[in-house]
């Protein structure tokens, strides 16, 4: 089978445009629609709907991109096999989700390290909920992921990556700053959480279901989408929140958050990465992989 087209139809599939794919591949629009057609051809059915607004993979399609994207992959790992063998420069393409956790602290800067370390790689980082990264993985549209919680899931494999501590955070000056506090002065604050999904919030709650509270304990006031949007809603003084130290450490070293404790809760997690299931690594992933263990 041709990777040409597989390739064009997998670029459609992904950014359910044509003009789009075409600009990705850097070849002609009209290119990309002969590969399509082609396909089409050779395998007697429709794989595109063109109907719509926006093109989407027929069912069809939409089987036929899963197997594509293995086979690419495959493809990627004889290339490289026979450009450079086990010594040779590092090339290519590195695909990889992550939670927001660590995708928006820790691995841009392990990324951005080992794409200078490694010039002709070309690196793309997708950042989703823990489980969105999950299914990524599972369905093999990304190679890696590296998330904050383990979810079950038979399609992918887990191991340990690094530890990331999770700490009680409030508006400066708030009562708390500094103090081991109780669980009843707990449930006394306006708590805001991350919203579900997010692996935070589910180490939260395996941590608090510990020492006996359930969150409908507490005075959950806010549930917020993302890191960010918790941080700031902390530091404008809404109510307290756990989050990843990582996360706050800039606004910690200048005041703008402070920092307290729980008895009895010693919240943190052990951040993992995630492989689909019998997939074999490409040379870059697992360079990567070794790259980031030698600096966490």
């Known amino acids: 089978m041709d990777t040409r087209q597989l390739a064009a139809f997998c670029a459609v599939v992904e950014r359910r445009s044509f003009s789009q794919a075409a600009e990705a591949l850097g070849i002609s629009q009209p290119a990309v629609s002969l590969q399509i057609r082609s396909l089409e051809e050779r395998l007697g059915t429709q794989l595109i709907d063109r109907s719509g607004r926006r ?59 080992f794409q200078r370390a490694h010039p002709d790689v070309h690196v793309a980082l997708a950042v989703h909920d823990t489980q969105t990264i999950v299914d990524l993985v599972a369905r093999r549209e990304l190679e890696l992921g590296v998330v904050g919680a383990a979810r079950r899931h038979r399609g992918v494999t887990f191991e340990p990556f690094f530890r990331d501590e999770l700490i009680l955070v409030c508006p400066p000056g708030h009562p708390f700053e500094g103090r081991t506090v109780s669980l009843d002065e707990l449930r006394g604050e306006p708590l805001i959480l991350m919203q579900e999904g997010a692996g935070v919030r589910q180490v939260i709650e395996d941590e608090l279901r510990r020492a006996g509270v359930r969150l409908r304990d507490l005075d959950v006031r806010l549930e917020l989408g993302v890191k960010e949007s918790v941080r700031i809603a902390v530091r404008e003084g809404f109510g307290v929140a756990f989050i990843s130290r990582t996360s706050v450490e800039a606004d910690l070293a200048e005041g703008a958050v402070g920092e307290a404790r729980v008895e009895s809760l010693e ?14 690594p490409t040379r870059v992933a697992q360079a990567f992989v070794e790259f980031a263990r030698e600096r966490l």
């Open 267 to 280: 919240p943190a997690r052990e951040i993992s990465l995630v492989r689909a299931t019998g997939r074999s």
């Open 55 to 113: 093109v989407e993979p027929t069912e069809a399609g939409s089987r036929l991109y899963r197997g594509a994207q293995r086979l690419l992959v495959l493809e990627e790992q004889v290339l490289e096999d026979v450009a450079g063998g086990e010594d040779g420069p590092l090339h290519g393409r590195l695909e990889l989700g992550a939670s927001s956790g660590p995708g928006e602290t820790v691995l841009p800067v392990l990324l951005g390290e």
